[in-house]
Structures are given as structure tokens and as C-alpha cells.
């Protein structure tokens, strides 16, 4: 599923659902995300931004850190991001029906994120490969991330080591533990154990992050819709953690 996010469909999803409409009401997910992060952490020097796609999330905390480093996988939204980023604009297409589709374009000035572009770095890197050097963080946020990682469980056992004392992990998933992204032996959760109990994604990321961090507040479900057509929308309930160093 490596190419999964590099087509025309795709950036074209990514970018609506950033930088687009909000849909039937529910607020921008991105935009929400880094609101909460930033509810947790006002201010920071560096901020970490973990699969962050076309990059919303990365200009929204860089209202609050002095330095945002966006990263991910896909070439093709990093490239989207960074575009985005220096240009101030970038026009994509969307489906409306089969092969029709029209323009829309994303403006940061019209978005109030100009000031912040001067923040943020976009980079194309593998969250469950970073270099040694990507540490120091005040704040780690990986927004629907996991469940799209072949290895999860390793990611969150050594996510701490890159977290400033005091730093802080967000975390969004709506947790839809799909084998081809996680192949089913790296599953953290979403199955019954040996004696027939259930164990949640959520367990399986507290094992994992213990004893370095710990859930700091209650878990949060937040909504959100991605535009897959005029007439088709995936409507999906994210649960947001936040990971601290406990009291
Ligand atoms: C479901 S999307 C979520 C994107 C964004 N955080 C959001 O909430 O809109 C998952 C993103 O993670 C990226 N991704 C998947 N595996 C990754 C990895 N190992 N390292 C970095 N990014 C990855 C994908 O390219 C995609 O942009």
C-alpha cells in the first residue's frame, strides 16, 4: 500500500479535507487536532508532526511552536505542502462524478496561515524509521497514523525517545486496523486474548508507551468527513489520547 497516497484522487481528497469546506457541519479535523494539541501545549520551541499529509496540521501548531517539522511518507502531498507552503497557494482537482472533475484552489492568506509558513518544514520520511536526530520535541503529534503503519506497536515503544522532558504525545485513530497497511501479527489491539477478552487499540497503546508515558486525559472522539465525491463522503470518528509523563 506504499503508493496509496500518491495519486491524483488521493491529494485531491487530502487537500479538500484540509484546506477545503467543512461537510455536513463537522469541523476541519486537522484544524481540531492541532486546537487540542495546543489546548495541552500553548507554547513549544519544536513540534513534530507525524504523518501529517498535505500539511494542515503542521501550519496550525506552528501557531503556538517556534519551529513545526511536517513529515510523511507520500512524496506527492509533501511535494503538495511544501508548494503550499512557499507559494502561499496551490490549485488541485476534485471528483465530482467518474472522470468529472473541477479545480479549487487552497490560499493560506485566505486560511490566516501565512504568518506561520515561515515555522514549518515539510519533509518525506518514514515515521517508523526516523533518524536519531529527529528528538528534542515538545510536542509529537500523530494524527491517524497508526493504523496506516505496518509495525505500530515498535513506533509507540519508542516514540518517547525523541520527547524533550515534560513533551507531550498526541495521538488520533479511528482505529480501522486494515491488513494491508498492518499486517494482522502486528496488530496492537482489535482482537479477543487467550481468555477471550477483548483488547482495544487504545490497551494495546497503553502497554506500549508504558512505563515512559501515559494517557493525561480522557480520550476524546472527534468527528470528521472526507470528500470522496459530489455525493460520496466517508464519515469517521477519530478518538484523540494525549500522552504525558503522568503526575
Ligand atoms: C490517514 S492519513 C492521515 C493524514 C493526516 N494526519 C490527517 O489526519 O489528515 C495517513 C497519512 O500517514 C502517511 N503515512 C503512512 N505511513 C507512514 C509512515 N510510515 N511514515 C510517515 N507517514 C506515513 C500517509 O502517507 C498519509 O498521509
Not at 500553548?42 to 500539511?55: F, H, N, Q, S, W
Not at 490560499?107 to 504568518?115: D, H, M, T, Y
Not at 501515559?214 to 500522552?243: C, G, M, N, S
Request: charged residues 25%.
Amino acid at each position: 500500500m506504499t503508493d496509496y497516497y500518491e495519486t491524483d484522487e488521493q491529494l485531491g481528497q487530502y487537500m479538500d479535507f484540509h484546506y477545503g469546506p467543512e461537510h455536513f457541519g463537522v469541523p476541519n479535523f486537522p484544524e481540531t487536532c492541532a486546537e487540542r494539541c495546543l489546548a495541552v501545549k500553548p507554547r513549544g520551541e519544536r513540534a513534530l508532526d507525524l504523518g501529517c499529509a498535505t500539511g494542515r496540521s503542521t501550519f496550525e501548531l506552528a501557531r503556538g511552536f517556534d519551529h513545526v517539522l511536517g513529515l510523511d511518507l507520500s512524496q506527492r502531498f509533501i511535494d503538495a505542502a511544501e508548494q503550499l507552503r512557499s507559494a502561499g497557494e496551490l490549485s488541485y482537482r476534485l471528483t465530482d462524478e467518474g472522470e468529472i472533475s473541477h479545480e479549487e484552489t487552497a490560499s493560506l492568506n485566505a486560511l490566516g496561515l501565512s504568518e506561520t509558513a515561515g515555522r514549518i518544514r515539510f519533509e518525506v520520511a518514514d515515521a517508523g524509521n526516523l533518524p536519531d536526530e529527529l528528538s528534542g520535541y515538545d510536542l509529537i503529534f500523530a494524527g491517524n497514523l497508526i493504523d496506516r503503519m505496518p509495525n505500530p506497536g515498535t513506533f509507540l515503544q519508542d516514540i518517547h525517545q525523541r520527547l524533550n522532558p515534560g513533551g507531550v504525545l498526541v495521538v488520533t485513530s479511528p482505529y480501522t486496523l486494515l491488513p494491508d497497511f498492518t499486517p494482522r501479527a502486528h496488530w496492537i489491539g482489535g482482537y479477543y486474548d487467550s481468555h477471550g477478552e477483548p483488547v482495544t487499540v487504545l490497551d494495546g497503546m497503553k502497554e506500549r508507551l508504558h512505563p515512559h508515558l501515559e494517557l493525561i486525559q480522557k480520550p476524546e472522539d472527534v468527528p470528521f468527513v472526507i470528500r470522496e465525491t459530489r455525493r460520496k463522503h466517508q464519515h469517521t470518528l477519530a478518538q484523540l489520547t494525549v500522552w504525558g509523563e503522568g503526575v
